[in-house]
Each structure stands twice: as structure tokens, then as C-alpha cells.
């Protein structure tokens, strides 16, 4: 057997406190269950305004490292997003290290419900990528700390399961509207083209609010399924996945992956707005002034799609689905101030809306 590594307190400060994505986070909670071969972190950035909430991943990440830089810079996102969504939540966020498809189980979804238990009720989790709502009703067993679990009426008045697509659809919608009516001087989406990368949960839902209020779609997407549901249910046309962000349309809906605006892109795009629910759109924080140099209207993504946790967070505080589309709503004043703001300062619009959440949580 190898000898084990030992590392120095030094070791241990500069690989944690000094980590470049640590900034100032309050707790961080490290666990491990031999019996379910569990291994998590759990990562509080901020909780002024409230409870940290936000979901919990789980991934087959390659290192710890890996999962900690991804733990850490999650939950410090997600402050920003709560306080820009006019919550009283903090940022948090929880990483399962383990391939989803292999290494999930009862048990050891039971034991990161324990450990969420003990962690208090100062992070509650939600889904995310690799943990479903019946993994965190699982957790729900052993603590009250996971959201998004309960059935409730959704904010079109019908009966949801839990999932914030449609909320997060939603708020897209209100946002892209906010976004036009700044850009184009009127918010009438009669016969406006807008191309949608990706019509998932969110970018479908998004297309038929759009096709009802009257726009021409365009979409791709690497489902034939989902295109074929776009096109015969919305008379959307099908764009090549390639050509989809540089075609001559009036917006830009992200609705697909991360980094879509990134060197490459972004000198193609003809859009004058980019307004769709992809969360980490810009590949560097550097693409946000690349898009103001090129006169594009980009309403931030955590901005425009927090209309999920916005409906999450109701889940809590008692579930009125007029207060909720009202909450929802809001989103559009927001995106109006920093549009505002960028357009005073000629900062970037992603810029001054970290600006505009530090001065709601820091305050
Ligand atoms: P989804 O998986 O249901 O939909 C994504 C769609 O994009 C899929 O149909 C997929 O086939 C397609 N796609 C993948 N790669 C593509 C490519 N290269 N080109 C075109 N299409 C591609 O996911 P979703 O829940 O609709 O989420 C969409 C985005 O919005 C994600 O970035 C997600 O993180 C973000 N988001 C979602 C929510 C929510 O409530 N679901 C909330 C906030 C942010």
C-alpha cells in the first residue's frame, strides 16, 4: 500500500482559503460516508438575505478540486441570482462527487439527506444536473432542507410536478420582452424573428409563448424530437445548429448550453438582442463588453431565467401562483434597471448587474 499523503496546514489553507473562486464564502462543509461510498461538499457563499438555497449536483468530476471550483463558484452565483430576483435567499449550492448513472442509490441519497440535516437550515437544495425531484424526495426523508419537491399549481393555474421550467420559461418570456421594448422601442412581438438554440423544457415553453404573441420562430436543436414538436406545434423552421446564432433574426435565444458567446460567435451574431434562459452564456466575462462594442442589447442570463427559483422559493413561504407569476414579473424591472444603468455608465450589462446584486446582499 502506497504511504498515505499527509498535507501541511499550509497545504490545506492555500488549496481552500486562497482558492481563486473561494471569495469570502461563509461555510463550507466537506462528507463522506464509507457505507454509501457518499462523497459531498457543501458550499454557503453568502446568506445576509436568507437561507442559501440552490442545487444540488452530482457529477463525475475527475478531481476534488474539480468538484470544490465548481461547488464554490456555483453558490456564489447563486446569491447573485437570489438577490437580483428580489429574494430573501442567500447562494448556495451542494456537489455529490459520483457518476449519477452508476454510483446513485437510496442509500446514498438517505445519507446526503442526513447530511443536508445536519448542516441546518442554513442551505436548502434543489435539483440540478444529475439529481431528479425524486432523488431530493428522497433526501426530503431525512430533512427539511430540499425545495422544488412538492406538486402545486404551476403559474399557468394548472398542476406542475415540482419542475421550474415553466416559471423559468416564463420570466424568459417577460425578460426578452423588457429587452425588445429597450432596444426596438415597442414590446409588440407581432412578426419579430427570434431564433431559439435549443428547445428543450425551457426554449420550447419560451416558443409558445412567443408564437402566441404573434413571432416568427426559428430553431435548432441536436433532438429531432424536440425540433419536430417546435414545427408541428408552432410552425417554428428548423436552422441548422450551426447557423442558428449568426441568422439575420431580431433576438437571440439561448436556451441550449454554456459559452455560446464566446470569440468566435459573437462576431456573426445580427441580433440586436440575446435574451434566452442558458445559464453561463458568455464563454469569459470579457464577451459582455464584446457585446456592447457591437451595439447587442444581452439581458444576463442569471438575470432573465430566475423565474425557477423564484417559483421554488414560494414553495416555502406558502404557494400563491398569482403571487408567483406577479414575482415573476418583476424580472422585467430589473433587467430595466441594469439596462438603464449600462446604458448611463457604458458598462457592460453583466457588469452592472453584479454591481446592482452586491449592493442588495452586501448592504
Ligand atoms: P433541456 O435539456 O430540457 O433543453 C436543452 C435543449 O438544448 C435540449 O433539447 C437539447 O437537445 C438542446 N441542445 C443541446 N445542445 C445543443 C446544441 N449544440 N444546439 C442546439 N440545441 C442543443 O434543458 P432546459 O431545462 O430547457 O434548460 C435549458 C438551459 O436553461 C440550460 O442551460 C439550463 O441550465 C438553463 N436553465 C434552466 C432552468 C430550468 O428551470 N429548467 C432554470 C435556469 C436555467
Same mark, same amino acid.
Given at each position: 500500500?502506497?504511504?498515505?499523503?499527509?498535507?501541511?496546514?499550509?497545504?490545506?489553507?492555500?488549496?481552500?482559503?486562497?482558492?481563486?473562486?473561494?471569495?469570502?464564502?461563509?461555510?463550507?462543509?466537506?462528507?463522506?460516508?464509507?457505507?454509501?461510498?457518499?462523497?459531498?461538499?457543501?458550499?454557503?457563499?453568502?446568506?445576509?438575505?436568507?437561507?442559501?438555497?440552490?442545487?444540488?449536483?452530482?457529477?463525475?468530476?475527475?478531481?476534488?478540486?474539480?468538484?470544490?471550483?465548481? *461547488?464554490?463558484?456555483?453558490?456564489? &452565483?447563486?446569491?447573485?441570482?437570489?438577490?437580483?430576483?428580489? %429574494? +430573501? #435567499?442567500? !447562494?448556495?449550492?451542494?456537489?455529490?462527487?459520483?457518476?449519477?448513472?452508476?454510483?446513485?442509490?437510496?442509500?446514498?441519497?438517505?445519507?446526503?439527506?442526513?447530511?443536508?440535516?445536519?448542516?441546518?437550515?442554513?442551505?436548502?437544495?434543489?435539483?440540478?444536473?444529475?439529481?431528479?425531484?425524486?432523488?431530493?424526495?428522497?433526501?426530503?426523508?431525512?430533512?427539511?432542507?430540499?425545495?422544488?419537491?412538492?406538486?402545486?399549481?404551476?403559474?399557468?393555474?394548472?398542476?406542475?410536478?415540482?419542475?421550474?421550467?415553466?416559471?423559468?420559461?416564463?420570466?424568459?418570456?417577460?425578460?426578452?420582452?423588457?429587452?425588445?421594448?429597450?432596444?426596438?422601442?415597442?414590446?409588440?412581438?407581432?412578426?419579430?424573428? *427570434?431564433?431559439?438554440?435549443?428547445? &428543450?423544457?425551457?426554449?420550447?415553453?419560451?416558443?409558445?409563448? %412567443? +408564437? #402566441?404573441? !404573434?413571432?416568427?420562430?426559428?430553431?435548432?436543436?441536436?433532438?429531432?424530437?424536440?425540433?419536430?414538436?417546435?414545427?408541428?406545434?408552432?410552425?417554428?423552421?428548423?436552422?441548422?445548429?450551426?447557423?442558428?446564432?449568426?441568422l439575420d433574426v431580431d433576438v437571440l435565444a439561448p436556451c441550449a448550453l454554456g459559452a455560446s458567446l464566446n470569440d468566435q460567435t459573437i462576431p456573426l451574431i445580427k441580433a440586436?438582442?440575446?435574451?434566452?434562459?442558458?445559464?453561463?452564456?458568455?464563454?469569459?466575462?470579457?464577451?459582455?463588453?464584446?457585446?456592447?462594442?457591437?451595439?447587442?442589447?444581452?439581458?444576463?442570463?442569471?438575470?432573465?431565467?430566475?423565474?425557477?427559483?423564484?417559483?421554488?422559493?414560494?414553495?416555502? *413561504?406558502?404557494?400563491?401562483?398569482?403571487r408567483v407569476k406577479a414575482h415573476i414579473e418583476t424580472i422585467s424591472d430589473t433587467l430595466n434597471e441594469i439596462f438603464e444603468r449600462s446604458e448611463q455608465t457604458d458598462q457592460p450589462t453583466g457588469v452592472v448587474a453584479d454591481?446592482?446584486?452586491?449592493?442588495?446582499?452586501?448592504?
Amino acid at each position: 500500500m502506497n504511504a498515505p499523503m499527509i498535507k501541511s496546514q499550509d497545504q490545506i489553507n492555500s488549496s481552500v482559503f486562497d482558492h481563486a473562486e473561494f471569495d469570502e464564502h461563509e461555510q463550507l462543509a466537506f462528507f463522506s460516508d464509507k457505507k454509501t461510498g457518499l462523497k459531498a461538499i457543501i458550499a454557503v457563499h453568502n446568506s445576509n438575505l436568507g437561507p442559501a438555497l440552490g442545487g444540488c449536483r452530482m457529477w463525475n468530476y475527475a478531481t476534488d478540486e474539480e468538484a470544490l471550483r465548481d *461547488v464554490l463558484r456555483l453558490s456564489k &452565483g447563486m446569491t447573485y441570482k437570489s438577490a437580483l430576483a428580489n %429574494l +430573501k #435567499l442567500g !447562494g448556495g449550492k451542494s456537489v455529490i462527487i459520483g457518476d449519477p448513472h452508476k454510483h446513485k442509490s437510496e442509500a446514498l441519497l438517505g445519507a446526503m439527506g442526513r447530511f443536508l440535516e445536519r448542516t441546518g437550515n442554513r442551505y436548502i437544495a434543489a435539483e440540478d444536473s444529475g439529481t431528479s425531484v425524486a432523488d431530493l424526495k428522497v433526501m426530503g426523508r431525512f430533512t427539511d432542507n430540499v425545495a422544488g419537491i412538492t406538486e402545486r399549481v404551476g403559474i399557468n393555474g394548472l398542476a406542475c410536478n415540482g419542475d421550474p421550467s415553466p416559471a423559468t420559461a416564463y420570466g424568459t418570456f417577460v425578460g426578452l420582452k423588457a429587452a425588445v421594448k429597450r432596444q426596438y422601442g415597442h414590446d409588440d412581438l407581432k412578426g419579430l424573428k *427570434v431564433a431559439i438554440q435549443g428547445v &428543450g423544457n425551457v426554449g420550447y415553453r419560451l416558443a409558445r409563448y %412567443l +408564437k #402566441l404573441a !404573434g413571432a416568427e420562430l426559428f430553431v435548432s436543436d441536436i433532438h429531432q424530437v424536440q425540433l419536430q414538436r417546435a414545427v408541428e406545434e408552432l410552425d417554428a423552421q428548423v436552422i441548422d445548429q450551426n447557423d442558428i446564432l449568426s441568422l439575420d433574426v431580431d433576438v437571440l435565444a439561448p436556451c441550449a448550453l454554456g459559452a455560446s458567446l464566446n470569440d468566435q460567435t459573437i462576431p456573426l451574431i445580427k441580433a440586436k438582442v440575446i435574451a434566452g434562459a442558458a445559464n453561463n452564456q458568455l464563454a469569459s466575462t470579457e464577451h459582455d463588453q464584446m457585446l456592447l462594442d457591437s451595439g447587442i442589447l444581452y439581458a444576463p442570463d442569471y438575470v432573465i431565467n430566475a423565474g425557477g427559483i423564484i417559483d421554488i422559493y414560494y414553495e416555502r *413561504v406558502g404557494h400563491d401562483y398569482q403571487r408567483v407569476k406577479a414575482h415573476i414579473e418583476t424580472i422585467s424591472d430589473t433587467l430595466n434597471e441594469i439596462f438603464e444603468r449600462s446604458e448611463q455608465t457604458d458598462q457592460p450589462t453583466g457588469v452592472v448587474a453584479d454591481r446592482l446584486a452586491e449592493e442588495r446582499f452586501l448592504a
